[in-house]
């Protein structure tokens, strides 16, 4: 893997938008809804193309505004965007060369990726694209999941789609962050090293997310929702939704709640990890209510309390399995998250000598307690406040007189 770039190491929160044709459908076509994720319908209720490509006549994308998007990401504490450029249904949101396939060739004659491209640099956000590289279910030659090499020359698409749009996403629209690929399936060594060297080539600080395949990518990238359940030994990120689906699904309410989210996102920053959470707009691009409400709700928190998620770095494992929260850190300081209604905090096992101790969100000064217990292990009582209002997870900072924290194996 290659060392990623310090806005991405440091950002550590980023939006994921999920945003095509399959939007207009919403999960149901012709009466059938279907039973995964909504980007997926064409595949899983087996849409003819030709039917599909319809579709394009009707995306005019007429509420679609990239600026609100990038205004949300950073009002919800996120440092970089990730919007998909192509998804596996093969329909493109750019001005492409090689296909006719694309929105600024369709319906809404415009390029929703410069759109959002030029939104990021005026709010100074980060942007990244994916785009799927070996999945086109438009293309006969391209992967499809469920159906194997034979009968197809997935060369040919290599050649002739794959490797000239990522060509144009990098070299049309200025600095790119990050490359995010997905769905390697069959692709070769060669192949997935013939995508990276062109990246490099165009644009050498460019990221590749981890699913280019053949392990090359920059950093390492989780299941759909999956977060390692100890630190992890390099640098990786999680992607993740807010409800059950990534593409909008009119008829999907389990939305998370900032609760959840927020416990996610600590708890993969703790382990050393970026969190890209995703919102997947409607049809006429507009952004779901609930999408809007949970990410105000995040974002209220980490204006307040950001200083304990970005520039953190991985801890070592906690001997101790502490169910009200978690802890992140920076040199000099730990942070503790709590998560639950509590008067005190007691920790075992952390070595370091403690400083001052505070609430993070406004400074309050706290009383911190170390001794050693009978059985040799150090300790730490830390007396809580009462929780300010609509407190989600109260973050106790306290500084420490070593640059990293140290935690004690258990005694016995």
Known sequence: MGTPQAWWTDGKFGLFIHWGLYALLAGEYQG????NIAEWIMHDLDIPKDEYRQLASRFHGKAFNADLLVQLAKQAGMRYIVFTSKHHEGFSLFDSDFSSYTSAKTASHRDFVRELKDACDRHDLMFGLYYSQAQDWDDSDACRDGFGPEGK??????????????????????KIGLLWLDTPMYMTQEQSERIKKLVKRLQPDCL????IGNGLGDYMTTGDNFIPSLPYPGPFEVPATINSTWGYNAFDSQWKTPKQLLRSLVKIVSRGGNYLLNIGPRGDGSIPEESIRVLESIGSFMRKNGQSIYETRALPLYPYDIEWGFFTAKQGRLFIHIFEEMDR????????????????SDGLELTLKERTTCEGDSSWLINLPPRQKGEIDQVV???????????????G
Do not use: M
């Not at 059938?32 to 039973?35: H, I, L, S």
């Not at 920790?347 to 993070?360: D, H, T, W």
């Open 32 to 35: 059938r809804r279907t039973e």
């Open 153 to 174: 020359d997935f060369e040919r698409y290599f050649q002739n789609k794959c490797l000239p749009q990522i060509t144009e996403l990098l070299t049309k629209y200025g």
């Open 208 to 211: 590749i997310s981890g699913r």
């Open 345 to 360: 905090a007691y920790l075992l096992n952390i070595a370091n000598k403690p400083l001052r101790c505070y609430r993070l």
């Open 397 to 411: 900072c306290v500084e420490i007189a070593e640059d990293f924290v140290v935690f004690e194996p258990i005694k």
